[in-house]
């Protein structure tokens, strides 16, 4: 059964640093791992999608990398602004249409 | 907006009563999701349909019953639910292909109170 862990739980950065999420997956066997984001009493937002086959996918000042072999994908997020603070949610698809969902990183950027 | 729309946002029920949650997807999608947010844990998949059939159900209790009349609309119909029932309730439709390119779009969730 895939299990999928994201650190840290939280985390508070100042206006302007980069940072990185971190996610892990158990089961390799993955169709693709994507990056959501959610706001306070929100749905999921989809941020960036990447294929088994890929490595990365980026979208403006966000990058995601996938490393099957070792069951890691990282977020980076540039110059992080206010706007950014909501929680991260990564979800490894072991099939075409199912989800596994880590708990998510509250990401709060302070002014 | 994500082309998804769930009513109603918010919801507060007795253990005995009959409810239904409704969701609407206008992206021409063929495979619509219901998911379950409880606090401080994972989000938890509860039904799938493809094509209006269902080909997922994660040991969910019976009385969470699901109903896709068409590709557009998906129904979550509640009775005698339990307080541990209480979470947001999320929907989610897709256009899956062979590549795996399988982004699910959300709606916005129906936020369930069981008292």
């Known amino acids: 059964k895939q299990e999928v862990t994201q650190i840290p739980a939280a985390l508070s950065v100042p206006e302007g640093e980069n940072l990185v999420l971190n996610c892990s997956f158990t089961d390799s066997a993955i169709y693709n791992l994507q990056w959501f984001r959610q706001d306070p009493g929100k749905g999921l937002t989809s941020l960036l999608l990447i294929q088994s086959s890929q490595r990365e996918q980026t979208s403006g000042r966000l990058n995601a990398s996938l490393d099957k072999s070792s069951g890691r994908s990282t977020l980076y997020i540039a110059a992080s602004q206010p706007g950014d603070s909501a929680t991260y949610l990564c979800a490894a698809s072991g099939s075409a249409r199912q989800l596994t969902f880590g708990s998510g990183t509250q990401l709060t950027v302070l002014p | 907006e994500t082309g998804v729309t769930q009513t109603p946002r918010h919801l507060v029920m007795g253990m005995t009563n009959k409810k239904s949650l409704k969701c609407e997807q206008h992206?021409?999608?063929?495979?619509m999701y219901w998911y379950k947010q409880s606090a401080k844990k994972p989000l938890e998949l509860m039904f799938v349909y493809s094509l209006e059939e269902r080909v997922e159900n994660n040991s969910v209790p019976s009385r969470f019953s699901p109903e896709c009349p068409n590709s557009s609309h998906l129904f979550l119909h509640l009775h005698t639910l339990q307080p541990e029932d209480s979470a947001l309730y999320l929907c989610?439709?897709?256009?899956?292909?062979?590549?795996?390119?399988?982004?699910?779009?959300f709606g916005a969730g129906t936020r369930l109170s069981v008292l």
């Open positions: 992206l021409g999608h063929n495979a």
């Open positions: 989610a439709s897709s256009q899956g292909d062979r590549e795996g390119k399988n982004i699910q779009y």
